[in-house]
């Protein structure tokens, strides 16, 4: 299986928090690339996938390929509201790798990010997160 681009950079980038002292970013930084990933491209694109320009997002993508997009600027906040989102729900921090393979925290990184997308403070606000 080929992993996307977006994925594997945020794998690479989240490996600074394997040792974390906080339990939750480290599970987050060796299971949660995924949703890190795709809160990150959705935030440094600027746009829902379904409803971007294909040839725009082409270039984009080949950008991210090649180390010119600043998706890195977006991996700290991505970090962070899933991060956010996993301690707002008891049942997700009962059991963080079962949360993280679960279809309604997708579900509910998608409302949060639709929220934030649509709202002036754009889809995520500033990293805190990086190191």
């Not at 991210?64 to 991060?83: F, K, M």
């Not at 998608?110 to 002036?120: E, G, H, L, P």
């Amino acid at each position: 299986m080929r992993k996307s681009v977006a994925y594997r950079r945020a794998s690479e980038w989240l490996r600074q928090y394997a040792n974390d002292p906080n339990d939750l970013r480290r599970k987050l930084a060796k299971n949660g690339a995924f949703h890190v990933a795709r809160i990150a491209a959705q935030a440094w694109l600027g746009v829902d996938y379904d409803r971007a320009n294909q040839i725009a997002l082409q270039a984009r993508i080949a950008d991210i390929a090649s180390g010119v997009g600043p998706l890195e600027t977006h991996l700290g906040a991505a970090l962070d509201l899933v991060e956010e989102i996993m301690r707002s729900n008891p049942q997700y921090m009962s059991d963080p790798d079962v949360a993280l393979k679960s279809s309604q925290l997708d579900d509910d990184i998608d409302r949060r990010a639709y929220q934030r997308a649509t709202s002036n403070a754009g889809l995520i606000g500033s990293s805190s997160g990086a190191a």
